[in-house]
């Protein structure tokens, strides 16, 4: 009798006092579907009912209409397939979209958002010698991008509730190489940018934003992209603006905005002259076209992950153990490449997160742990100590520094024990009862905890 009050309590308490929370923070009408039924049964991995039968949530991914089919067909058509052919193709078209749309005077395209990112280190003359600091949790393209211009990527440990660089460490971190901070977006959401603008100011160093995952996302009154020297968003078919590959590089100062498209155009400058070391980084046309057949809905769909994500973020955080990822004072808005959350398992009567994934797939919802190593652990490390270029442009003790640099225990936590998140581009887009689904598979788990001490 005392546990079914308690949980009655807990039922009242998540489908009450969070809808009131998510009233004020998402301009969407609120559902008031129960969190889980009184005759919810048994947790789907013990052999009792999924709560997403279907097994599918959100819309699916990546958007296709008969507006981009059509562009695209036009681009076939006309024989128009690389950039250089037109002045006013796709490409150039989409380059004064996108930035006017990202809020920012220029964009130059790439063919990756590695090659956006490797682009934005080559104009800001980052080479051998120089160091760079940047986070390890993150796709490897932002480390590429860094030693692709031969120069050091320097890892620092997270702030484990928003799996963003610690400025603290960062600013620790700087020596008299170090040349730029890359913050990584990391799932759509924005990193402590007035700390890490600050740092920068005080030691002369430039910011390149890492921002693939975080189109349209808003800091402090700024768009994400256009707060450091200059800004890179990738496009890759999982993205939440997708055209299969492609990129781009933003920025408000022109002469450093035409470096970068002399650099992607393998040293040409606009006026045609061979000027410096640059490799092909073009964005063709079909790009071009698949962009700009999505771009015209980009925004709308950008808002509605945002309301899906604050009415999660309202009714989880009253799930104990669930902590949702951490927003720094300014943040306005985010991607939400990913959605992602802390996972306590001292709330559930310390189950293994790897229990509680299994628990929450069989339920019928993705959760995975996202990134699951971080990049200190992976093998490039060991394979830019023991080559040549890095031996001649560091010194032995400074590559063994760098070796022993590689001890990240909050990023190692985060990867291995408590990031729980979902894809968010497709998923976000999903129902106001879609989003309820969600919550009750968490809340479910919760309520069952007790019992995945069975599981192995």
């Given at each position: 009798?005392?546990?079914?009050q308690n949980r009655r309590e807990f039922l009242k308490n998540i489908s009450g006092g969070t809808l009131a929370v998510a009233a004020a923070s998402v301009a969407a009408p609120v559902s008031k579907a129960a969190i889980v039924s009184n005759d919810s049964g048994k947790l789907a991995l013990l052999g009792g009912p999924s709560l997403n039968t279907n097994k599918v949530l959100g819309k699916k991914w990546p958007h296709i209409d008969e507006e981009l089919i059509e562009s695209v067909m036009k681009t076939t058509k006309s024989g128009i397939w690389s950039r250089i052919q037109s002045a006013n193709g796709t490409v150039a078209t989409f380059e004064k979209e996108f930035a006017k749309q990202i809020g ?353």
């Amino acid at each position: 009798m005392k546990n079914e009050q308690n949980r009655r309590e807990f039922l009242k308490n998540i489908s009450g006092g969070t809808l009131a929370v998510a009233a004020a923070s998402v301009a969407a009408p609120v559902s008031k579907a129960a969190i889980v039924s009184n005759d919810s049964g048994k947790l789907a991995l013990l052999g009792g009912p999924s709560l997403n039968t279907n097994k599918v949530l959100g819309k699916k991914w990546p958007h296709i209409d008969e507006e981009l089919i059509e562009s695209v067909m036009k681009t076939t058509k006309s024989g128009i397939w690389s950039r250089i052919q037109s002045a006013n193709g796709t490409v150039a078209t989409f380059e004064k979209e996108f930035a006017k749309q990202i809020g920012c005077s220029y964009s130059v395209g790439t063919g990756s958002g590695t090659q956006a990112l490797s682009t934005a280190v080559l104009a800001l003359g980052i080479g051998p010698g120089d160091e760079v600091i940047t986070s390890p949790y993150t796709d490897f393209g932002t480390i590429s991008a860094i030693l692709t211009s031969r120069a050091l990527p320097v890892l620092v440990d997270l702030d484990p509730e928003s799996f963003q660089l610690d400025p603290d460490l960062v600013e620790k971190a700087i020596n008299k190489n170090t040349k730029a901070i890359m913050p990584v977006h990391i799932m759509g959401l924005p990193a402590n940018m007035e700390r890490i603008m600050a740092i920068a100011a005080k030691y002369k160093l430039k910011v390149i934003e890492d921002s693939c995952q975080a189109p349209f996302s808003r800091y402090q009154g700024k768009p994400i992209g256009t707060i450091g020297d200059l800004g890179c968003f990738s496009f890759q078919a999982s993205k939440a603006i997708a055209c299969g590959e492609g990129g781009a590089v933003v920025g408000n100062d022109q002469a450093l905005m035409d470096e970068c498209f002399t650099i992607q155009n393998r040293g040409a400058s606009r006026a045609g002259k061979n000027e410096t070391i640059g490799p092909k980084y073009r964005m063709n046309e079909f790009e071009g076209a698949v962009l700009m057949g999505q771009i015209a809905g980009a925004k709308e769909r950008f808002e509605i992950r945002n309301a899906n994500a604050a009415y999660l973020n309202a009714k989880l955080s009253e799930i104990p153990g669930i902590t949702p990822q951490k927003h720094y004072p300014g943040t306005e808005s985010g991607s939400y490449y990913h959605y992602g959350v802390s996972y306590n398992k001292a709330s559930f009567n310390n189950t293994d997160r790897a229990v509680f994934l299994k628990a929450m797939n069989a339920e019928g919802i993705p959760v995975g742990s996202y990134i699951k190593s971080g990049l200190h652990r992976e093998p490039w490390v060991d394979h830019i100590i023991g080559l040549n270029d890095y031996k001649t442009m560091y010194s032995a003790q400074r590559l063994k520094e760098y070796k022993a640099s590689m001890v990240l225990p909050q990023c190692d936590k985060i990867c291995n024990e408590t990031l729980v998140s979902f894809w968010g581009s497709g998923i976000l887009l999903g129902t106001r009862e879609e989003m309820d689904m969600i919550v009750n598979a968490f809340a479910k788990v919760y309520e069952n905890r007790e019992k995945l001490a069975s599981v192995k």
